[in-house]
């Protein structure tokens, strides 16, 4: 059986205080509806990952983004030793912001891939299309091209801990959501991709998620599609209560 998870990317939004009330209400919200077949993930940004860590009781705490070399002359980033030091040890990789304003590579995000596994990390790996990828038809094959640069160094064993998120460009922060028939055939396509460059058994392990302005307004059709196992939630994670409510629309669901 397969995760289900809803996670929140807060990207480079909120102040601590935020962060710590956040923190209690989504407590007191889990704690009250009993929260036991979700897992749940928040995605602070760096400054805030300490007092979230500390509040967070029912939910756990990752960080959006590390620079994969052990230590050294690296002005300005954050190293996986220094995200473990802060008893972290969930990462998001891959997402398209990082990919198309931060230059990142798909041998860079490999590389990172491999940091955070070897430190014994969840990396949540992020793949999706832009528009006129789409628009030319070619986003299976895309998806499939993104999926080998950063998965071909590794074998089924070494992956087990990895989730993935599928988030098409075109849906991150411009209220426009794949509908339920175009998130079920690319997460298809990503499990059977899996299942033919590893093994069923890997395929059928791990979590793929949506992500692309999911909200509680059509969370409850995307996660009822047999290949959507949870969502990486931007915007609709700043509020406690609408994440909540999404969270919620998981566990009513599964
Ligand atoms: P969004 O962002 O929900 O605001 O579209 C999703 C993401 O970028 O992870």
Redesign the pocket.
């Known amino acids: 059986m397969r995760k289900k998870i809803v996670a929140g ?1 807060w990207k480079m939004n909120l102040l601590k205080d935020d962060a710590i009330r956040f923190a209690e209400e989504l407590n007191q919200g889990l704690f009250s509806t009993d929260n036991r077949t979700t897992d749940v993930f928040v995605f602070p940004g760096f400054t805030l990952l300490e007092a979230a860590r500390q509040n967070a009781e029912y939910f756990k705490i990752g960080a959006q983004n590390f620079y994969p070399k052990q230590s050294g002359a690296f002005t300005g980033e954050v190293s996986i030793e220094q995200l473990k030091d802060l008893n972290l040890d969930v990462v998001i990789i891959g ?1 398209s ?1 990082r990919r198309i304003l931060f230059n990142e590579s798909n041998q860079f995000i490999q590389e990172k891939l491999f940091s955070a596994l070897d430190n014994d990390f969840t990396p949540i790996l992020c793949i999706g299309e832009t528009l006129d990828v789409r628009n030319n038809g070619h986003h299976f094959s895309f998806i499939s091209e993104q999926l080998a640069a950063a998965l071909n160094a590794f074998n089924a064993h070494q992956l087990e801990k990895l989730i993935l998120a599928y ?1 098409p460009v075109w ?3 411009t209220g426009i959501t794949a509908s339920t028939e175009q998130a079920e055939e690319m997460h298809c396509h990503i499990r059977s991709w899996l299942t033919n460059n590893f093994s069923l058994e890997l395929a059928e392990k791990i979590s793929i998620l949506y ?4 909200n509680e307004m059509n969370a409850k059709e995307l996660f009822s599609c047999p290949n959507v196992d949870g969502g ?5 994670s700043l509020n406690a209560k609408q994440f909540l409510s999404i969270i919620n629309i998981m566990n009513g669901l599964f």
């Open positions: 990317n997402h912001e988030e849906a991150i922060g992500g692309g302005s999911c990486l939630i931007g915007g609709a």
